[in-house]
């Protein structure tokens, strides 16, 4: 069964630390790469981090520096450890598999889970 399971979100003041946790069913992470997404309100889902096999990183701007993407593959996790975080990091928080082919990330293929809400706020 392909399946995608997000825990650790949470509520957290700002500069504070949350470690998300993705379990992924084995046919989707034995894809190469697999990443962190997140929407908030009004705005479109997007990549913020991601992970070949390889060890391969990508990380968006806004997350640079505070944010890092691990994976273990006998565990078939993937996780996203989170500090500093500010308001601007609210979200609701998905894992998926994108496709990565030359340098560049793509759509995933797969059904989504049910993501994991964090919220940054005093």
């Not at 390889?54 to 006998?74: E, Q």
Request: glycine share 10%; hydrophobic share 30%; net charge positive.
């Amino acid at each position: 069964q392909v399946q995608l399971v997000e825990s650790g979100g949470g509520l957290v003041q700002p500069g504070g630390s949350l470690r998300l946790s993705c379990a992924a069913s084995e046919s989707i992470f034995r894809s190469d790469a697999m990443g962190w997404y997140r929407q908030a309100p009004g705005k479109q889902r997007e990549l913020v981090a991601a992970v070949t096999s390889g060890g391969t990183t990508y990380y968006a701007d806004s997350v640079k520096g505070r944010f890092t993407i691990s994976r273990d593959n006998a565990k078939n996790t993937v996780y996203l450890q989170m500090n500093s975080l500010k308001p601007e990091d609210t979200a609701v928080y998905y894992c998926n598999a994108p496709p990565y082919w030359r340098g560049k990330f793509y759509a995933p293929v797969y059904s989504w889970g049910q993501g994991t809400q964090v919220t940054v706020s005093s």
